[in-house]
């Protein structure tokens, strides 16, 4: 399945609940044409978006905004193509931050977001171009940029071992949700789809939390 061919999936019903704006998906398709056109050498004419659009990113954090990405991308079904840290979209996260593929991409996806986020809101990215887990958590440490508790936006790490975004607080139980790339749902290991999923059950005891806008 070709990222050009991708159409997008109703928006999660949680993004009001979450406090974000749903962006038009009409909109967000046609900036993910653009950044593959883009990546692929291709110029484009078309200018993104529109007043509206322009007037709906003026509400919105960097970090808001790369939530709504995120999830927008999430519904869009974003997978591997074998388990392999490969895919169509997948290789456009890895391309534009590293540009090694077949690596290890949650937070290669989390920056992607907040790249596009930065990018769209004509503002700095406020997340360093470090990808792994535990090394962008040392640099949150030493930046003093960690929290104790996890709010909309806060960029996670588990375990010094993986990533992905918070779309909302802790909840019962101690688990708060979130959105991340680069891991699976509602299988075991040996029967997962790797992708972008949006999940409701990170335990927070286990994570270490960035607040970086």
Same mark, same amino acid.
């Given at each position: 399945?070709? =990222?050009? +061919?991708?159409?997008?999936? %109703?928006?999660?019903?949680?993004? *009001?609940? &979450? /406090?974000?704006?749903?962006? @038009? ?35 919105? =954090?960097? +970090?808001?905004?790369?939530? %709504?990405?995120?999830?927008?991308? *999430?519904? &869009? /079904?974003?997978?591997?193509? @074998? ?50 887990? &535990?090394?962008?958590?040392?640099? @949150? ?56 999923? @949006? ?15």
């Amino acid at each position: 399945m070709s =990222s050009s +061919s991708l159409s997008y999936a %109703t928006p999660p019903s949680d993004f *009001a609940s &979450a /406090g974000l704006a749903v962006i @038009a998906p009409a909109m967000l398709l046609k900036d993910r044409q653009a950044d593959t056109a883009s990546s692929a050498g291709i110029k484009t004419l078309e200018a993104r978006g529109t007043a509206s659009y322009a007037k709906q990113m003026a509400t919105l =954090s960097i +970090s808001q905004f790369a939530v %709504t990405i995120a999830l927008q991308e *999430a519904a &869009a /079904g974003v997978f591997e193509r @074998a388990n392999d840290n490969r895919g169509d979209r997948v290789d456009v996260y890895q391309q534009s931050t590293s540009g090694v593929l077949g690596e290890a991409w949650c937070l290669k996806f989390v920056y992607w977001c907040f790249e596009q986020a930065a990018r769209r809101l004509n503002a700095k990215n406020p997340m360093p171009a470090i990808f792994g887990a &535990a090394q962008f958590e040392a640099w @949150a440490k030493s930046a003093n940029k960690l929290v104790a508790t996890p709010a909309l936006g806060d960029v996670f790490v588990k375990e010094s071992r993986h990533g992905g975004l918070v779309t909302g607080p802790t909840i019962a139980g101690g688990t708060f949700p979130s959105v991340e790339g680069n891991t699976w749902a509602k299988s075991d290991f040996a029967h997962r789809r790797e992708g972008v999923y @949006a999940l409701q059950n990170e335990k927070a005891a286990r994570c270490t939390f960035a607040r970086l806008a």
